[in-house]
């Protein structure tokens, strides 16, 4: 056995998280995607099955109230709120990333708007996943802002007295690099502007700390490290003393003070239902409750140090396996500025893909899940590796840089 399997072995003896990964189903392949699609979760097919036959199928309607279907988005919310530190009473599920973006982000600019009118200026994310920054640009447009899009570092220089909104990313989908969520909150505040933070590859990988830094507005998916299946609902965080006026763009009868009123005019309820539009997709939604019950008893700062340690462990073993020059890590080292993924750049310049000669980052990783390691690629040249702590272990890392050593070879 090589040293670096017999470090993997000790780790994972010494591993207080190892037994979690009873509670998911997998087999021996090495998945290192579930910041794109988290496992499936022992206890979801049960629920589900539930579900559909007694909740529906017996009970029907009766399951709004007395299966407790309509206060749904909130009870989740509540669950997932001290995942992402949170108090209760602050989140809801429901719908997807993309629409919370966009209920968040007009909502910051009236919200600024409500202390300074002549905000005009919505600063996002210039590296940020698509979506967010197609409807920060439509967001733009519907409030009369001009967009302008920034690095993260660049941040600061950019805020202004006419900054409305500021749309950010904790960790980048692509480098796996994590943001300094504190300062760059104060350094949105300090402008008078209102922030709107991206969570989808921080929740449920480290702790963010929504409550104590004062961050305004938070949004999130739920299928990437909080396991909620393919196309989960996401959430929404409206910090509490902003509730009463967090002022929707999407308000549906589902955030009405009196929804079976029918009434024409909208009033809308007090709290994070606010957040709410309409009818919750109740089949996703209980199956991402039935999947955070694996979060019972797990500290979110044990899932961070073990991901630091997956991390650092995997990078020793790309270092001693792969040979120079054929990978070039685009994920910080430092600890702070590190998420829980690895990105490794495997370009044409380090390897070219004329007939004969090395494999390109997509063929790469076409092999890799061949082998049983299963990542994935995203253009143009970048291998990405997840690691999900409560069920990637570090036996899963070596094996996972050993065979990317030989599909490289
Ligand atoms: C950072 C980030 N934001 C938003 C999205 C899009 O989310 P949705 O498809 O749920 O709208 C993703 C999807 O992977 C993402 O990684």
Known sequence: ?????????????????????AEFVLDDVVYLDGNSLGALPVAVPGRV??????????????SWTEGDWWTAPERIGDRIAPLVGAAAGQIVVGDSTSVNVFKALVAAVRLARSAGPERDEIVVDATTFPTDGYIAGSAARMTGCTLRPVTPSEVPGALGDRTAAVLLNHVDYRTGRLHDLPSLTAAVHAAGAVVVWDLCHSAGALPVGLDEHGVD????????????GPGSPAFLYVRADLQDRFDSPLPGWNSHVEPFGMRSAYEPAAGAVRGRVGTPDILSMLALEAAL???DGVAVDAVRAKSLALTDFFLECVETYVPDGRVECVTPRAHGERGSQIALRCSPTLGSARAGGPPTAGEVMRRLIERGVVGDFRHPDVLRFGFTPLYVGFADVERAARVLAEVLA
Request: net charge neutral.
């Open 49 to 62: 099955e539930d579900v559909v036959r007694r909740q529906w199928g017996e009970l029907r309607i009766r």
């Open 217 to 228: 507005l938070a949004v999130g998916c739920t299928y990437k490290y909080l396991n909620g």
């Open 1 to 21: 056995m090589s040293e670096l399997a017999l470090k993997a072995e000790k780790l994972d003896a010494a591993d207080e998280l190892a037994a979690k990964r």
């Open 293 to 295: 019950e694996v979060w």
